[in-house]
């Protein structure tokens, strides 16, 4: 059995953040009528306002991460042929984005090869979701090895880099509806990803 069990836990978490994103979001149907009124811009979207962002960090996981508000935390103990393992999932929506966090502890006894366990990740996050992956690379963060990708599904944007820390992978994941200017979020979200020792 691969070491990617990290991305089915992950992938229900997201797909269901996403789900209810899109169901609380839409507009209300306007009643007919000659002229339509311009869409009232929001007063604060906190995707958008650098001040609402805060540094989070997690001690037991060891890393740090700017991010608009205080994600949700998960924890999940799972037996299985290789022992058991714990994924630890960060969830925070808002009504542009999905931001999400996470990492698995294997048990001591299972050993894996790093670019086979990026690749698994990457590969079982977009077979999960149904989505096609758009572009996928390696790269090197903060000296870590870590795979950068981008996947689509429906009318989803999924933007992700799967990291490798000695014996446990990270998963970071931003979520946007297609046709969301995701810049600023991105890289405000990735580049302070930082993971400590």
Do not use: C
Not at 71 to 81: E, F, G, M
Not at 149 to 158: G, K, L, P, Q, S
């Amino acid at each position: 059995m691969k070491g990617f069990l990290v991305a089915l836990v992950i992938t229900l978490a997201l797909s269901a953040s996403i789900n209810a994103q899109e169901h609380t979001n839409r507009p209300p149907k306007l009643p007919p009528s000659t002229s339509t009124p311009a869409p009232a811009a929001p007063a604060e979207t906190p995707g958008l306002n650098p001040n609402a962002w805060a540094k989070f960090t997690s001690e037991e996981g060891r890393f740090s991460v700017f991010i608009p508000g205080t994600p949700k935390d998960q924890v999940q103990t799972t037996p299985s042929n290789i022992g058991p393992y714990t994924t630890h999932l960060f969830t925070l929506r808002n009504p542009r984005h999905v931001f999400l966090i996470g990492y698995v502890d294997y048990d001591p006894s299972f050993n894996f090869n790093p670019q086979a366990e990026l690749d698994a990740n990457r590969d079982q996050f977009v077979k999960n979701l149904k989505a096609t992956l758009v572009t996928s690379r390696n790269v090197k963060v903060d000296g870590y090895s870590a795979l950068e990708f981008t996947a689509v599904a429906d009318e989803r944007i999924f933007k992700a880099r799967v990291y490798i820390v000695g014996r446990r992978p990270y998963l970071i994941v931003l979520g946007s509806q297609k046709g969301v200017d995701d810049t600023f979020a991105l890289n405000r979200f990735f580049s302070s990803f930082k993971i400590t020792r």
